[in-house]
């Protein structure tokens, strides 16, 4: 475990995704189970314990190129608390979060192609190997659908796992850091505790925050009422939840979930007479959504 490592070299620190690092020197290590890093100052470790360390996880890639001057700015304004960079102070802008699951995939390729999406010039900054932030200006802002078609297309050219976070539009300004930094926890919890899709967004995420914060009462109080019929029926589970996640439209949740209307509605239908809870107004849809999430977590963690 990764913490019990930070007792033995001061000046050590874990993140849930690749560090981007200041001035001071470290050796990374990545938990693939856990999906954490931990970077260990350069002075803090010998090299008796570097290839100990190296030999049970994965010795991360240092990021040593020279940035061009307009990203080295993005990097400080972002990640290191400098000023925001010149020129786009009080701008609308959207960061985007890439992750990119493999190790056979080229850097500079996979810049070109998140590049060749946009309408307009664009900034790439890598955060480690694998992952990258886009920082999208301008009005023509790509939609879902196409962000969506982005991570499909990495998949089947590169033959790499994507998943995207896209940003909400924000304002560059001395908060816009500490809101990214939300945005990265939130492309995190996903990550851990969503399904696996191609995107990710802010509304997408959301409901799964508020799920992961409740106290245990309620959350226990919210499992006695649906987890029984959950358990009964995956089927009936997995329809139900694909039914609200696409807005209770059941012929876009019966072509996304590959089965017909009619099988559909019949399980929906067979929920409400389990539960005795109808799905047909929001309150209703709300509260069994959120306990989809909390089973969904539950049944992934045991």
């Not at 196409?146 to 560059?172: H, P």
């Not at 649906?226 to 807005?247: H, I, Q, W, Y």
Request: glycine fraction near 6%.
């Amino acid at each position: 475990m990764f913490e019990n490592l930070l007792a033995l070299y001061p000046g050590a620190f874990i993140t849930d995704h690749p560090p981007v690092l200041g001035q001071e020197k470290f050796h990374i290590f990545h938990n693939e189970a856990e999906r954490k890093w931990i970077s260990i100052p350069e002075k803090s470790i010998s090299e008796k314990e570097l290839d100990l360390l190296g030999a049970i996880y994965v010795r991360a890639e240092v990021p040593s190129e020279k940035l061009p001057p307009m990203l080295q700015q993005w990097k400080e304004y972002l990640f290191e608390g400098a000023e925001p960079p010149a020129g786009f102070e009080g701008e609308v802008i959207r960061l985007i979060q890439f992750e990119f699951r493999g190790e056979n995939h080229d850097r500079e390729e996979l810049e070109m192609a998140i590049k060749g999406f946009f309408p307009e010039d664009i900034l790439v900054l890598w955060e480690g190997s694998g992952s990258a932030l886009a920082v999208e200006r301008g009005k023509y802002s790509l939609d879902e659908r196409d962000l969506a078609s982005m991570a499909g297309a990495f998949e089947s050219d590169f033959y790499i796992k994507t998943r995207i976070y896209i940003g909400r539009r924000l304002t560059v300004s001395d908060a816009l850091p500490s809101q990214f930094r939300e945005e990265q926890n939130y492309f995190d919890l996903a990550k851990k505790d969503i399904s696996s899709e191609g995107y990710y967004t802010f509304e997408k995420v959301f409901p799964a925050y508020v799920a992961s914060l409740l106290p245990r009462p309620l959350s226990e109080a919210l499992n006695a009422v649906f987890a029984e019929a959950f358990r009964s029926d995956d089927e009936m589970f997995t329809t139900v939840k694909g039914f609200l996640e696409n807005g209770s439209n059941a012929s876009l949740a019966a072509k996304k979930l590959y089965i017909h209307r009619n099988t559909l509605q019949y399980r929906v239908d067979k929920f409400t007479d389990k539960t005795g809870v109808s799905l047909k107004d929001f309150n209703s849809a709300f509260t069994v959504y959120l306990a989809c999430l909390l089973y969904d977590r539950d049944r992934e963690t045991n």
